[in-house]
């Protein structure tokens, strides 16, 4: 069905070749309707732009985020590799331009370190301090209720104990046997 800009149906029942610009502001259509517009008469197919208005609900996309890492020391960490340091997460997301913006973004963490979903904030890095390997799962969310999915995660492995040498000579003895 074919509607024109009061909701009011046309004496045509469809329109054609619909069409949404990237930023989702515009629409074209084609329709042979006579009365989309006033005095209409040349009966034959018309193209119509219509341009949706700021106030529609028009925001289907989720944010993007992404995440980076860094040691105490200030160098990065590569996620999934060993450090025998702290990691400090930082996380940042955007809306796409034009949509109703960033509501907020979300973390916890599971392994070693576990860390219930708390609210992001970049003044209050999450902190990453307990030996072993954990995973940082991350989203974000817009105005609109559009929230990533899956959840983009980050594995962060930490050991910060020195190796130990086994100084009996039980491992000794058992080569002299051999």
């Not at 193209?47 to 160098?75: K, M, W, Y």
């Not at 796409?96 to 979300?106: C, M, P, Q, T």
């Not at 599971?110 to 970049?122: C, F, K, L, N, V």
């Not at 000579?169 to 046997?177: D, F, I, K, P, T």
Request: hydrophobic letters at 30%; proline letters at 4%.
């Amino acid at each position: 069905m074919s509607v024109d800009s009061s909701g009011n149906q046309t004496n045509v029942g469809f329109s054609e070749s619909a069409s949404i610009s990237a930023d989702r502001r515009v629409v074209t259509f084609q329709s042979r309707a006579t009365n989309l517009v006033a005095n209409d008469t040349n009966n034959s197919w018309d193209i119509f732009v219509h341009e949706l208005r700021a106030t529609q609900p028009n925001d289907c996309i989720s944010p993007t985020i992404t995440a980076s890492a860094s040691t105490d020391s200030g160098a990065d960490y590569v996620p999934d590799t060993w450090t025998n340091e702290d990691v400090k997460v930082t996380l940042s997301a955007q809306d796409n331009e034009g949509d109703s913006g960033l509501k907020d973004i979300r973390y916890s963490a599971t392994g070693a370190q576990s860390i219930s979903e708390t609210i992001y904030d970049s003044q209050n890095l999450p902190p990453i301090t307990t030996e072993g390997t954990m995973t940082l799962s991350y989203f974000a969310t817009d105005n609109a209720g559009n929230q990533e999915s899956p959840a983009k995660t980050l594995t962060v492995k930490i050991d910060k104990s020195a190796p130990t040498l086994d100084t009996d000579n039980s491992y000794r003895s058992a080569l002299l046997m051999a």
